[in-house]
């Protein structure tokens, strides 16, 4: 696939699914983040006539990574920042997140051909530390001190 350097602006080859590219030309890293928003757009640009085919966004795709089965609801839920309503929580993170992957401390992993039918994203989190301090950073005024449950949903019983 073809990138094109942040930097220079040159185009250059290299396989999507490595972790660390740099430019060919210039020797410059390209960021993780750059890496799939170039990915996303390669995938889209075909695609672009089709009316019910929406432009994919990095943010986007990040959202949905870490707000799967409800984990956003549930960390909106157990920080409950004051004056905060959720689809701002939910941005705010999704950011911060970002500079993570950026960071290192915060992992996007790119399917091996991010062009298939129903390619899988994965995102994880390498240092949860960094994850909560980052957390922690974007609302001052919760009292962290505080204990934080969260209830887990009851099990459902399984009839044989």
């Not at 060919?24 to 890293?29: E, T, Y």
């Not at 157990?78 to 997140?97: C, G, L």
């Not at 994203?121 to 390498?126: A, E, H, I, T, V």
């Amino acid at each position: 696939m073809d990138f094109v350097c942040p930097n220079c602006h040159k185009r250059f080859a290299t396989d999507p699914g490595a972790e660390q590219i740099a430019c060919a030309s210039c020797g410059k890293p390209m960021a993780r983040t750059q890496q799939v928003s170039q990915i996303l757009e390669t995938w889209y640009w075909p695609r672009r006539w089709y009316r019910d085919v929406p432009k994919p966004s990095l943010n986007f795709l990040l959202e949905m990574l870490w707000t799967a089965d409800g984990q956003g609801e549930k960390l909106f839920t157990a920080v409950a920042p004051p004056n905060v309503n959720y689809q701002s929580f939910v941005h705010q993170v999704t950011r911060a997140i970002m500079k993570g992957v950026d960071a290192g401390w915060a992992q996007l992993e790119v399917p091996e051909d991010p062009f298939a039918d129903n390619p899988i994203y994965k995102l994880s989190y390498l240092d949860s530390e960094k994850f909560a301090d980052a957390v922690t950073a974007l609302f001052p005024n919760v009292d962290w001190d505080e204990t934080i449950t969260v209830e887990e949903p009851l099990a459902e019983e399984v009839k044989g």
